[in-house]
């Protein structure tokens, strides 16, 4: 299964470097030049910086980290399964959260929702993601399906887990430009840091998705554990 014949540790690493790198530029772009984060607050703009921070460290980063860990962790099958399991279900979570955050900013600041590209695939994003997490669920872990329909569905969920992430990477690069694009039409410097900040940020997030990438189809750092061909 593996495409790249070298060993997955130096791209995963490079991918973790990347995905702290990722956390602290949402972070300081959210807190120190947007104002913070809220779930509840007068000035609603702290109710909208909720999405892209949950966005980035649920659907991406951890969602990124769900899809490395069969080529990262030497331990046994079982375990990464859980833990790939686990992981992906703490990214959908806090996607859902994530995407709940925008709606909210948009119906109480009385903006119209779901007008952009960007929110029309990042409804498909969502369902698809869930779709793909309860399908592994029952076929995968509990109750399980017959070997025959597992092995068959194998490549299938390596397939479409890869095409939904990537279209969640592209969509949250969409997301930084359109957000970008926004508050310059009010008046922020289109070559000030905030705007380096925020293309740098999604500079970042798609090398991030890369490095998953780039890492899924290398070699496990376990010699002996081809993790795709026994499920
Ligand atoms: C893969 C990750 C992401 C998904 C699935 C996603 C999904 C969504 C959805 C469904 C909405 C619609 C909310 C509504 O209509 O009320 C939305 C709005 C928005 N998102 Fe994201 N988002 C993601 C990442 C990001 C990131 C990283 C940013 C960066 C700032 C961002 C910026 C925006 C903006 C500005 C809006 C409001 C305008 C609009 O509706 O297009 N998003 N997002």
Redesign the pocket.
């Known amino acids: 299964m593996a495409l790249i014949g070298l060993k997955a540790t130096p791209f995963a690493a490079v991918a973790q470097l990347l995905a702290v790198t990722g956390v602290v530029l949402v972070l300081v772009w959210c807190i120190s030049f947007m104002g913070g984060l809220a779930w509840e607050a007068t000035n609603k703009s702290l109710i909208f910086n909720l ?2 921070v949950l ?2 460290i649920g ?2 980063i951890i969602g990124g980290e769900a899809i490395i860990t069969y080529k990262t962790l030497p331990l046994n099958k079982e375990t990464k399964k859980v833990i790939h399991m686990v992981l992906h279900a703490i990214a959908l979570i806090l ?1 859902i959260i ?2 709940y955050a ?2 909210k900013y ?1 119906n109480e600041s009385s903006i119209a ?4 590209l ?2 029309w695939l ?2 498909c ?2 369902v698809l993601y869930g779709i793909q997490w309860i399908y592994g669920f029952v076929i995968f872990f509990y109750p399980g399906g017959p070997s025959t329909l597992r092995s068959d569905s194998l490549p299938w969920h390596v397939l479409f887990g890869l095409f939904v992430y990537i279209l ?1 990477v592209a ?2 690069a969409l ?2 430009l ?2 970008l694009t ?1 508050l310059e039409n009010s008046g922020l410097a289109k070559f000030g840091s905030e705007a380096i900040l925020v293309n740098f940020t999604a500079v970042v997030t798609v090398l991030f998705g890369t490095f998953v990438i780039v890492t899924v189809l290398s070699q496990p750092v376990i010699e002996d554990d081809y993790s795709y061909s026994a499920i």
């Open positions: 999405h892209p966005m980035l659907l991406i996607g994530g995407v925008a709606f948009h929702n779901l007008y952009s960007h929110s990042g409804i994003i969502i969640a969509n949250a997301g930084f359109e957000k926004f």
